[in-house]
């Protein structure tokens, strides 16, 4: 049987509670002989900075640049709000996507049937809806230089960030979106403000030219990033993968994951090239934050981090059966009424995280036989 190794670094907030289910589902796969997998654990953002004031280790890189996989939950707090900029907690994170190259950043969002009432838009726009972002994540403005703020001398200072994208990068990441609506529902929508700026224009050029060249069997379709977030809160069911920078892809992604009625239910998959083997770095996790208000009291939904471990059995280890079996758990056990506080509608009594996380185990078990 294949052994695979994992990183998991739970982080901050409710990283720790929502990273201890995903461990159970690690847990129960291997015994259940899905797979073998060999977990580590690490530190990173602020348990990082604690423990050795780095937002990451040199050794706990060292780790995920070994890894088959890395499953991180979420970092950041108010309690490091004072910490220098380069060791903040969410440093650790930026250079784990940095250094591991993981430019291709995959951020489904598919509203459950189950939980077509807990969106905020009306039901039958949402029902059914399932979108595929596709963020650059490795790129513009995020890492562009220069980056900084400077002091005039008068009594003022400027503030500086760089968008920067040469055609490489813009290429690579709309091979992955075009690639990936091949095996959806075909069609790409790719987004920039190409009407101001220069470096949405050449987004627009060079995917425009991929398309022609390689993808024309694939319907390509392009919206300023302005009309693509009302587009979304109008009509999201128009949109099957959509492709932008880093910058609107992170601002879109919030707004696609309350489609669905709660981002606690969103993973993400951060994909890196494949090396001479075919093989990808990759790091798995939600897309929600640290959410520190409701950390240490078992309420947070543990299913966007199930989720994360569900694509790296897609993404990485080619395990697409036990992918979808544990979907099927997390929609058996929607349907059943199971609520964690943020989905609970009026009539429900909301379940602690641990009893999410292994009723959807369990619920699994059943389906596995
Ligand atoms: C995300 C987060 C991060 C980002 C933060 C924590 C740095 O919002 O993954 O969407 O801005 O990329
Ligand atoms: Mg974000």
């Known amino acids: ?58 050794s706990d890189m060292a780790l995920a640049q070994s890894a088959d996989a890395v499953l991180l939950a979420a970092v950041g707090g108010p309690k490091w709000d004072g910490v220098p900029y380069d060791v903040r907690p969410e440093a650790g994170l930026l250079r784990l996507r940095k250094d591991l190259g993981l430019f291709a950043n995959l951020r489904p969002a598919i509203c459950y049937p189950a939980l077509v009432d807990a969106s905020s838009l009306k039901p039958d726009l949402v029902d059914g809806l399932d979108i595929m972002i596709v963020r650059e994540l490795t790129g ?20 500086v960030d760089t968008q920067v994208y040469e055609t490489y990068e813009i290429e690579r990441i709309a ?68 492709v932008t920078d880093n910058l609107f892809g992170d601002l879109l992604s919030d707004v696609a994951s309350m489609l669905t009625g709660s981002l606690g239910m969103l993973p993400s998959a951060s994909l890196g090239g494949a090396d001479a083997t075919g093989r990808r770095k990759a790091l798995y996790e939600p897309c929600h934050g640290s959410a520190p208000d409701i950390a240490g009291k078992s309420l947070a939904n543990p299913i966007a981090m199930i989720g994360s471990v569900v694509m790296a059995l897609r993404y990485s280890f080619g395990l697409g059966a036990a992918a979808d079996a544990v979907d099927k758990a997390i929609a058996d056990v929607l349907a059943a009424g199971l609520r964690t506080a943020d989905i609970a509608g009026p009539n429900d009594t909301p379940v602690s995280t641990s009893q999410m996380g292994d009723a959807i185990v369990a619920e699994l078990k059943k389906i596995l036989g």
């Open 1 to 58: 049987m294949a052994a695979y190794k994992l990183l998991l670094l739970p982080g901050d907030g409710i990283g720790p509670e929502i990273m201890a289910e995903a461990e159970k589902l690690v847990a129960f796969l291997s015994a259940a002989g899905v797979a073998s997998f060999e977990t580590e654990k690490g530190l990173v953002g602020g348990a990082a900075y604690d423990a050795h004031g780095q937002a990451i280790s040199e």
């Open 140 to 159: 513009g403005v995020y890492f562009g230089e220069p980056k900084e703020i400077t002091d005039l001398g008068n009594g003022q200072k400027r503030g």
């Open 175 to 242: 091979r992955v979106a075009f690639e990936l609506a091949r095996t959806r529902s075909n069609k790409v929508t790719s987004s920039e403000k190409a009407n101001v700026m220069k470096s949405g224009l050449l987004w627009r050029e060079v995917v425009t030219a991929l398309h022609a060249r390689d993808y024309s069997d694939v319907k390509l379709e392009h919206m300023l990033a302005d009309a693509l977030g009302m587009q979304l809160v109008r009509r999201p069911k128009q949109f099957d993968v959509i």
